[in-house]
């Protein structure tokens, strides 16, 4: 089994920055993407930033040049650098990385519990 942990959200005024971080562990041969998504109340749930395992990125157009997302694949972690928060960004942020546990397997998303953000005055 594979484990996602995310930590780092919390509440923020606008225009603040948070640093979200997410730690898979388990049974992991190689790592594929990581990502990260977000779910506000009432709304489905969005990509906002993934990275493949050589670094190649791709972000939603609400968040451009305000979040960055790095990885670090010697510690199987991704992270999510969020900068000029907006009220809108309001939501529940959740890890996901595809996941191959064994040599020739085809990857498995695996996504974590979710961390909340809100950006409020």
């Known amino acids: 089994q594979v484990q996602l942990v995310e930590s780092g959200g919390g509440l923020v005024q606008p225009g603040g920055s948070l640093r979200l971080s997410c730690a898979a562990s388990?049974?992991?041969?190689?790592?594929?993407?990581m990502g990260w998504y977000r779910q506000a109340p009432g709304n489905e749930r969005e990509l906002v930033a993934v990275?493949?395992?050589?670094?190649?990125?791709n972000y939603a157009d609400s968040v451009k040049g305000r979040f960055t997302i790095s990885r670090d694949n010697a510690k199987n972690t991704v992270f999510l650098q969020m900068t000029s928060l907006k009220p809108e960004d309001t939501a529940d942020y959740y890890c996901?990385?595809?996941?191959?546990?064994?040599?020739?397997?085809?990857?498995?998303?695996?996504w974590g519990q979710g961390t909340q953000v809100t950006v409020s005055s």
């Open positions: 996901n990385a595809e996941v191959s546990t064994a040599k020739g397997t085809i990857p498995y998303d695996y």
């Open positions: 388990g049974s992991i041969f190689s790592i594929w993407s």
């Open positions: 990275i493949t395992s050589s670094g190649n990125t």
